[in-house]
C-alpha cells in the first residue's frame, strides 16, 4: 500500500496547508517542461514520481478520501504502541551543518517518558543517538567562538576603517564590499573555530568535515562572485586559491578516518576540480574525478557527488558536457536532497545547455 504521507514528505497529521504546499513544491520539481531534453529514463522516472504525486493529492486533499485512507493505513500497519501527542517530542532536530543526515538517522518525533518513567528511566536512554554527540559538538563549539570573540573584543584595539580595495575606475555598488566583507569575516571565524575543534579531536571525521566545509565555502563565495562579474574580487581570489587544496586535504584526512563516507569524497573531488579548473591543470581534475566516482559507487544517491562528478566532467579537457548533465539531472531528480543543490544543478544545466 503506498504511503502517500512519505510520498509527500508530510507528518501524517500535517494539515491541509501543509498538504498543499508539499505537493506543489514537489510537483514543480518534477514538471515535464523542467526536463525536456533529458534521458527517456530520467523522464520515465519523473513522470512515475508525478504519478504517485498525484495520487497522494488526490486522497490527501478531500477529507473523505483522506479518512477512508488513514482507517485503511491504520489497519495494514498499526503502530506498535498507541501514544497521545503530548508524549511526542516535535522540538526541532539539530541542524545539519552542510552534511547530509546518516543512513540510520531517525527523524521521526522521539517519545517522551511520562512522569511515572521519568522515576524510572535514565536520560540517555530516552534522547535519541544524535543528541549527546550533537550537544557536545554544539557546546565545544560555541565556547570556542565565544572565546574568540572574547578575547577579539577585549584585548584588540578598536579595528581601522578596511582599506579600499575597489579601482577608483570601476566602483562597485555600495551595499555590495560590505555585505561581502561580512560574509568573508563570518567564515575567517568558522575556519579559526573548525581548527580548534580538530585540534581537540583530531580523529574525528566529522570535524575534518567541519573544517573542510569553512574552507570550502570561504574560497566559494569569492569564486561566486567572480563568476557573476565582480572583477574586483579577482585578486583577493587568487589569493585564496590555495584553500581548495586546504580544503582538499581536510576532506581527505575525513575519508581516511572514514572510508565509507561519501560526502568526504564528494566534497574532495569538487575542491581538487575547482583548484584544477582554476590554475589550468588537468591532473587535479582527473584525480577529482576519480574521488567523485568512488563517491557514487559508496552511494549513488549522493546529491553532492552527483554535483562534483558533473563540475569534474565539465572541467575536463576536452569538457565532458554530456556527462555532467546527466550527473546533474540525475540530481535535480533525487528526492529529499537539499534546496540549495537543488538550485546548483539547475543552474550548471542552464548555463552548460546553451
Known sequence: MQDHYETLQVHPKADAETIRAAYGLLAERYAAERLEGVAEELQHLASQRREALERAFRVLSDPQQRAEYDAALANVAPAPEAAADEELDY?????????????????QPTRRATRQQRGRTSAQARQPEWLAPALIVGVCTFVIVLATLLSTVLGAPPPA??????????????????????????????????RQVVNTVPDHPNAWLQLGHALYDSV??????????????????????????EAADAYRRASELDPSSALAHADLAASLCYYGQSINDQNYIREGLTEAERALALDANEGRA????????????????????????????LPEVEPGLIFQ???????YSQ
Open 91 to 107: 522540538r526541532p532536530l539539530p541542524p545539519a551543518n552542510r552534511q547530509e543526515r546518516p543512513a540510520d538517522f531517525n527523524a
Open 345 to 351: 544543478a539547475r543552474q550548471l544545466i542552464q548555463e
Open 306 to 333: 552527483l554535483l562534483g562528478a558533473g563540475i569534474c566532467y565539465a572541467f575536463a579537457d576536452p569538457p565532458q558536457l554530456s556527462a555532467a548533465l546527466e550527473q546533474w539531472q540525475r540530481l535535480v531528480l
Open 220 to 245: 566559494m563565495v569569492v569564486r561566486e562572485r567572480l563568476d557573476q562579474g565582480d572583477l574586483t574580487v579577482q585578486s583577493l581570489y587568487v589569493e585564496r586559491l590555495p584553500r581548495w587544496l
Open 161 to 194: 576603517a578596511p582599506a579600499a580595495t575597489v579601482p577608483p575606475n570601476n566602483p562597485a555598488p555600495a551595499a555590495t564590499q560590505p555585505d561581502l566583507e561580512g560574509i568573508l569575516n563570518q567564515f575567517e571565524t568558522q575556519i579559526l573555530s573548525a
